[in-house]
C-alpha cells in the first residue's frame, strides 16, 4: 500500500463530504433575518467610519448638514465626533454619556440610567452595534426586514414608552451585513438623516 | 445586709431607667449667654434654629465608584420619599416637569437679563444665530423644545445660573469628590480632588431643626435607607463594603453624647478599678466597700435626674461634668468611715455614732461646697445653670446619704481600717502646721502676673464636646459640598417677604460694583431667585407688546433660514408674560428645587421676615460695610461670625467667673455661721488654704497653657468644695494622737481617691473632661497640702 496515494483519496473524500457536515456560513444560507442580521453586527470588531447627518427641522427653510466620524468600540464605547460646521462629541461610553463643544467650552456629562428618555435614542445605535438584540427589545418595537441582495437589510424601532413616542415616532435603521449604513430619526422637532460610510 | 444589696439594686435599675429616659443635646447655644444686641440674637437664632440647623451633609465610600453612584442614588430616592426633608440633593435630581414649566412661563420676569435692549432687534439676531447653533448640534432636541418660544435663551441661562452655582463634580450622574486614582492622592489634602472617591448628599430637614427627636428621627432614616439600598446591591461590591458618613446638628448631638460617655466609662472602668483596689486594700471588706458605693451612686443620680427635671435634656458637656465630678461625693463616707473611733481606743464606736459625730463637719463642708455651685443657678447661660444644678443636687444627695442611710446600710462595728503606710505619713508629718507653705498663695500670684493672668477660651467649637474628628469631617463635607461656613453675613428683617426681597434687591446693587471691583468674589442673595413683585411688575412693563415685537423679528432673521412663523410661541410667550401676576414666595410650592435654594435665604421669624445675603471671597471687609452703611437702613446687620461668637464666649465665661465668685463668698459666709463662735475671722482661716489653693491651681493652669473655660471654673468650684472637707477634717481638734492620724489617714484617702479618677481625666480625649481633670487633680492636690500646713500641731 502507498501511503501518498491514500492520503489523495482521504482528502478528496473529505472535500466532498465536510460541506454536507458543517453548517454553511448563514449570509449565504437561509434568507436573512433580524437574529441572523444581529449576529453577524455582533460579530464585528469595531472601527471608525465617515458620517455625514441632516437635519430637517418644520421651522427652518432648509435642512441643516453636520459631518465627522464615529468610533465603535464593543461592547458599549461609542463616539460622534462632529466636526463640521462646528467640533463636537457626544460620548456613550458604559452609563455614562458625555457631550462637548470645545469651541464653545461647554462639557456636559449625564448618566443613562437616570435619563429615561435619552438612553433609548442611544442604545438605538450602540445595541444595534452591538448586536444586543434584548436591550433593542427592552425600548423598542422592532419591524425587520431584509432588502434585495447582498445581505441588505432595513429595521423601524418603534419606542415602546408613550412618553417617548410623543418626541420619538420612530427610528428607521438600514444595513448590510454586519454594517449600518443609514439612520433616520423621525422626531416631533424634525426629522435626521445620518449616513455612514466604513472607511477603507 | 440584704437591704444593702436590695439598695444597689434599686440605685442600679434606677440609674438604667434615668439614662433610657434622659434626651442628651449637644446644641453650642447651651454654652452661651442670652443676646445682648442686634448682631448676638441673629446669631444666636440662626444656631438655635436657622438654616445650619436644619442641613444634613453625608457621603458614601468604600466602594468602587459606579456602586458607590448606585448606592447615592437609591439612597437620594430613599430619602425624597421619606417625606422628612424639604430637600434632597445628590446631583441625580432635575428640575420637576412642573417645576420647569412654573419657571419657564415666569423666565422673563425671573430674570435680570430682561430689559428693553434684549427685544431690539442686534439681541434677537444674536439669540437666532445662537439658536441655530444650537440646532446644529446634538443637543438639537434641548434647543428646539425652548428655543422658538425664547430665542434669546433666557430660561436657560436663568436654570444654568441657579444649577450651575455647584461647583461638585458630577460622575455616573451623581456628585461625587475624591478621585481614587493611584498618583494624585496627596497628603492631607482632603478639600477637593484627591483622597478616595466619595459619593456626595446634601439633606434639608422638613421643619425647623431646634427639634432633637426630628433631628435624631432624620438620621434614623438616613442609616435604614442606606441599609436598604446597600441590600439591595447584588451586582459589584457585597453590601457591607461601603461606609455611610454624616453630619449635621443630630449627628453631633449623637456623637458628644457618645464621646463623652465612652470617655466617663472609659474613666469610671479604669479609675474604678484602681479605687476599688485601694478602698478594698483600706477595708478589708467587699461588704463594706459596697456601701460606700451608695452614696456615689445616689449623687449621680440625683444631680442627672435633677438636671432632666428641670431642662429637659441633659447636654453633653453637663453629663461628662456630673458623671465624673460628683466622683468626689465618695469623700463622705470615706471620711465618716475614717473618722470612727476604732476597737482598742477607749470603747468602740459604732457607725451611726461616728455619723452623729462629725455630721457637723461633713454637712458644713458639703453644704459650702453646693452654695458655691448653686451660684451658678442664676446664671443665664443654659450650661452653667445645668452644672451647678448637677453638682449641687449630686453633693447634697450623697452627704444626706451618707449621714442618714449609710449607717443602717453598714454593719454597726465595722472591721478597723488598714493604716496607711509609715513612710508615707512620716513624710506628711513635717507638712503639719508649717504655716511657710502657705506662701504659696503670692508665688502662684507672681505666677500668674508674669504670665499675663489666665488666658480665656473664645472659641466656641472647642468648649463642646463633639469629637475633633466629627467636627473635622463636617469642614471636609462641607468643603467638598460647596457649602463652606460663612463668616461673614448680611442679615435683614421686614414685616413680609416682598419688603425682604426689595430690601435684597438694594443690597445686590451695593455689592455688584464691589464684585467688579474684586472687593469681593461674589454673593448669593434671595432675590437671585426670586425677585420681588415690584421688579418683576417692571420687567413685565419692559416686555414689547407682540405687534411691535414682529417687525424687529423680521428684521433680525433676514438672511437666516428660519421660516416665517418659527417664533410664533415666542411672540404668545411674550403676550402671557405680560399678563401673569407676579411668582410669590407662596407659589413655590410646585418648586421645589427653587425654594431649596431660597429657604435658606429667606424665612419667617416670627412674625416678620429675614432674609440673608452671603458674601463670599472677601478680600475687602471695610469695603464691604461702607457699602452696606451707605444704603441708610437700619434693618440691614452686618455680622462678623467668628468676631460675634468669640464676643459670646467671652461673655459666657466672665459670666461664669461672676458667679464662680459670687458662691465663693457665699462658701465663706456659710462657714462663718456654720463655725459657731468663730465669726468671719475664723471663717477666713478655715477659708485660706482653700483660697491659696485656687491661686496655686490657677497659675498653674496658666503656666500649662491651659485656656480657661466655663467648665475649669466649675471644676474650680468643686475643687474648692471638695478642699473644704479636708480644711474642716484636718483642722478638728484631736483627742490624742491616734484620733489626729486616723483624721489624716480618712483626709489622705479621700485625696488619694480623687487624684485617681481626675489624674486619669486629664488623660481624655474630650478637651472638656480633659480640663476638668487637670483642674481638679492640682485643686486637690494644693488644697490637701495647704490645709495640712494650716492644720494645729498634734498634742505630744
Redesign the interface.
Known amino acids: 500500500m502507498n501511503s501518498p496515494r491514500r492520503r489523495a483519496l482521504l482528502a478528496l473524500v473529505l472535500a466532498l463530504v465536510l460541506p454536507l457536515v458543517l453548517p454553511a456560513p448563514p449570509a449565504l444560507a437561509a434568507p436573512l433575518t433580524l437574529e441572523g442580521a444581529m449576529a453577524a453586527l455582533a460579530a464585528e470588531p469595531g472601527g471608525t467610519a465617515s458620517f455625514t447627518e441632516e437635519?430637517a427641522?418644520?421651522?427652518?427653510?432648509?435642512p441643516?448638514p453636520?459631518s465627522g466620524t464615529l468610533s465603535w468600540t464593543p461592547p458599549d464605547r461609542l463616539e460622534?465626533h462632529?466636526t463640521f460646521?462646528?467640533e463636537?462629541i457626544?460620548r456613550a461610553d458604559g452609563?455614562?454619556l458625555l457631550?462637548a463643544?470645545p469651541g464653545r467650552g461647554i462639557r456636559r456629562?449625564?448618566?443613562l440610567?437616570?435619563?429615561p428618555e435619552i438612553r433609548p435614542l442611544v442604545e438605538s445605535v450602540r445595541a444595534t452595534l452591538a448586536g444586543d438584540l434584548p436591550v433593542l427589545r427592552r425600548y423598542f418595537e422592532i419591524d425587520f426586514r431584509p432588502e434585495g441582495e447582498a445581505g441588505r437589510w432595513r429595521m423601524v424601532l418603534t419606542p415602546l414608552s408613550a412618553r417617548l413616542r410623543v418626541?420619538v415616532q420612530g427610528i428607521e435603521i438600514t444595513g448590510q451585513g454586519g454594517g449600518l449604513r443609514h439612520v433616520v430619526t423621525r422626531?416631533s422637532?424634525?426629522v435626521?438623516r445620518l449616513a455612514i460610510t466604513p472607511r477603507p | 445586709m440584704r437591704r444593702l444589696l436590695l439598695v444597689l439594686l434599686a440605685l442600679a435599675l434606677l440609674g438604667l431607667g434615668l439614662s433610657r429616659l434622659v434626651a442628651f443635646r449637644a446644641e453650642l447655644t447651651d454654652l452661651l449667654p442670652p443676646a445682648r444686641g442686634p448682631a448676638t440674637t441673629f446669631l444666636l437664632g440662626e444656631l438655635r434654629n436657622g438654616a445650619a440647623t436644619t442641613l444634613m451633609l453625608a457621603a458614601i465610600e468604600g466602594a468602587p465608584e459606579?456602586e458607590l453612584?448606585r448606592l447615592s442614588?437609591d439612597l437620594g430616592e430613599a430619602l425624597r420619599q421619606s417625606g422628612r426633608f424639604s430637600f434632597v440633593g445628590n446631583g441625580?435630581q432635575d428640575f420637576s416637569e412642573a417645576e420647569r414649566d412654573l419657571l419657564f412661563r415666569y423666565r422673563y420676569l425671573l430674570s435680570a437679563a430682561t430689559a428693553p435692549p434684549l427685544f431690539e432687534a442686534p439681541a434677537l439676531r444674536a439669540g437666532m444665530e445662537r439658536l441655530?447653533?444650537g440646532?446644529?448640534?446634538?443637543?438639537?432636541?434641548l434647543v428646539?423644545?425652548f428655543g422658538?418660544a425664547d430665542p434669546a435663551g433666557v430660561f436657560l441661562d436663568t436654570m444654568r445660573g441657579w444649577l450651575g452655582e455647584s461647583r461638585v463634580e458630577?460622575?455616573?450622574?451623581?456628585w461625587f469628590a475624591g478621585t481614587g486614582q493611584e498618583g494624585t492622592k496627596q497628603e492631607g489634602a482632603g478639600q477637593d480632588g484627591a483622597g478616595p472617591p466619595r459619593a456626595l448628599l446634601l439633606a434639608r430637614l422638613a421643619g425647623t431643626g431646634s427639634d432633637t427627636e426630628a433631628q435624631a428621627a432624620a438620621m434614623a432614616v438616613f442609616h435604614e435607607a442606606f441599609t436598604r439600598a446597600g441590600r439591595g446591591a447584588g451586582r459589584g461590591a457585597g453590601p457591607g463594603e461601603a461606609r455611610l458618613l454624616l453630619s449635621g446638628p443630630g449627628v453631633f448631638a449623637a456623637e458628644a453624647a457618645a464621646a463623652v460617655r465612652a470617655d466617663v466609662e472609659m474613666i469610671a472602668l479604669l479609675s474604678g478599678l484602681l479605687i476599688l483596689g485601694f478602698l478594698l486594700w483600706r477595708f478589708r471588706s467587699a461588704l463594706v466597700l459596697a456601701a460606700v458605693a451608695v452614696p456615689l451612686l445616689a449623687g449621680m443620680l440625683a444631680g442627672l435626674a435633677a438636671v432632666a427635671a428641670w431642662h429637659g435634656a441633659v447636654h453633653g458637656a453637663a453629663f461628662g461634668f456630673g458623671m465624673t465630678m460628683l466622683g468626689v461625693v465618695v469623700d463622705y463616707p470615706l471620711l465618716l468611715l475614717g473618722q470612727r473611733r476604732p476597737k482598742g481606743e477607749g470603747e468602740e464606736e459604732a457607725v451611726a455614732g461616728a455619723a452623729r459625730r462629725i455630721a457637723p463637719s461633713l454637712l458644713l463642708a458639703a453644704g459650702s461646697a453646693a452654695l458655691g455651685l448653686t451660684a451658678m443657678l442664676a446664671s443665664d447661660v443654659p450650661l452653667l445653670r445645668q452644672l451647678g444644678l448637677f453638682g449641687a443636687a449630686g453633693l447634697l444627695a450623697g452627704v444626706a446619704v451618707t449621714r442618714w442611710l449609710l449607717p443602717s446600710l453598714l454593719p454597726a462595728t465595722p472591721p478597723p481600717l488598714r493604716p496607711l503606710p509609715g513612710p508615707v505619713l512620716a513624710a506628711l508629718a513635717p507638712l503639719r502646721g508649717r504655716r511657710r507653705l502657705l506662701l504659696a498663695a503670692p508665688l502662684a500670684g507672681l505666677a500668674l502676673l508674669a504670665t499675663g493672668g489666665p488666658r480665656w477660651e473664645d472659641d466656641l467649637a472647642r468648649l463642646s464636646p463633639v469629637p475633633e474628628a466629627q467636627r473635622a469631617l463636617d469642614a471636609e463635607l462641607r468643603g467638598q459640598l460647596g457649602a463652606p461656613d460663612v463668616n461673614l453675613l448680611v442679615a435683614f428683617t421686614a414685616p413680609d417677604a416682598e419688603a425682604v426681597l426689595r430690601l435684597s434687591e438694594r443690597i445686590d446693587a451695593a455689592l455688584a460694583p464691589l464684585v467688579a471691583r474684586g472687593a469681593l468674589a461674589g454673593f448669593d442673595s434671595p432675590s437671585r431667585y426670586l425677585p420681588s413683585a415690584a421688579t418683576q411688575r417692571a420687567r413685565q412693563a419692559a416686555l414689547p407688546a407682540p405687534e411691535s415685537l414682529r417687525a424687529r423679528l423680521a428684521e433680525a432673521a433676514a438672511g437666516l433660514?428660519?421660516?416665517p412663523?418659527?417664533f410664533r410661541p415666542f411672540l404668545d410667550g411674550l403676550a402671557e408674560s405680560r399678563a401673569l401676576p407676579p411668582l410669590t414666595v407662596a407659589d413655590l410650592a410646585t418648586a421645589p428645587v427653587l425654594a431649596a435654594r431660597l429657604s435658606p435665604m429667606l424665612a419667617p421669624r416670627g412674625a416678620a421676615w429675614q432674609g440673608l445675603v452671603i458674601p463670599a471671597g472677601v478680600s475687602d471687609p471695610a469695603a464691604l460695610r461702607q457699602a452696606l452703611t451707605a444704603l441708610g437702613e437700619p434693618a440691614i446687620l452686618f455680622i462678623d461670625v467668628k468676631a460675634e461668637t468669640t464676643g459670646l464666649v467671652l461673655a459666657a465665661s466672665r459670666e461664669a467667673l461672676f458667679w464662680a465668685a459670687a458662691g465663693a463668698l457665699g462658701v465663706l459666709a456659710l462657714l462663718a455661721l456654720g463655725l459657731r463662735g468663730g465669726g468671719p475671722l475664723a471663717a477666713l482661716r478655715r477659708g485660706a488654704p482653700i483660697l491659696a489653693a485656687l491661686l496655686v491651681t490657677l497659675a498653674a493652669l496658666a503656666l500649662l497653657d491651659q485656656r480657661l473655660t466655663p467648665f475649669h471654673l466649675a471644676a474650680l468650684l468643686l475643687s474648692a468644695g471638695v478642699g473644704i472637707d479636708y480644711a474642716l477634717f484636718l483642722a478638728r481638734p484631736a483627742r490624742d494622737p491616734a484620733e489626729a492620724r486616723r483624721g489624716l489617714e480618712a483626709v489622705l484617702t479621700c485625696a488619694v481617691t480623687t487624684l485617681l479618677t481626675f489624674g486619669l481625666l486629664a488623660l481624655c480625649a474630650t478637651p472638656v473632661l480633659r480640663g476638668i481633670g487637670l483642674t481638679v487633680a492640682i485643686g486637690v492636690t494644693a488644697a490637701f497640702l495647704l490645709s495640712l500646713a494650716l492644720a494645729p500641731r498634734p498634742a505630744r
Open positions: 437635519k427641522i418644520p421651522q427652518l427653510d432648509i441643516l453636520s460622534k462632529t460646521p462646528e463636537e457626544l452609563d455614562r457631550f463643544q456629562e449625564l448618566s440610567d437616570q435619563s418626541a422626531a422637532e424634525g435626521t | 459606579p453612584a442614588r441625580a441655530l447653533a440646532l446644529r448640534s446634538a443637543a438639537a432636541p428646539a423644545r422658538f458630577l460622575r455616573h450622574g451623581v433660514p428660519f421660516r412663523d418659527a
